[in-house]
């Protein structure tokens, strides 16, 4: 994340009101879950025209990460990490390959346990 500093920012509130709205994640941003995502899904920035694969400025957080334009830095996706086992097992029915194998480990961890 960036950190907004000196006193440019200070005296410029709509440059740090864009910065911040683009760190903190603009309401156009689509929110989705793991299964979901498509790294090779083709993005369009609302903003600026940009096109590009999903998987390509991806950035990494604690429980999400996002996916931004390459050229305004606009969120466009923010995809939450943290699956539970209900939404695997969804996952995989549907097909979703790294779901099955997800499920697959998830269901012998459990096995495990027992």
Not at 44 to 53: I, K, M, V
Request: hydrophobic share 40%; aromatic share 6%.
């Amino acid at each position: 994340m960036r950190v907004l500093r000196g006193s440019g920012c200070l005296s410029q509130p709509s440059v740090r009101v864009v910065s911040l709205r683009r760190q903190i994640g603009d309401p156009v941003a689509r929110k989705i879950g793991y299964w979901e995502y498509d790294r090779d899904e083709v993005l369009t920035c609302p903003d600026c025209g940009w096109a590009g694969r999903a998987g390509d400025n991806v950035e990494y957080h604690s429980a999400v990460f996002d996916v931004t334009c390459r050229d305004c830095e606009k969120m466009l996706v923010i995809v939450r990490v943290e699956v539970d086992l209900e939404e695997t097992r969804e996952a995989a029915e549907a097909g979703h390959p790294e779901a099955i194998e997800a499920l697959a480990k998830m269901e012998a961890h459990l096995a495990d346990k027992d």
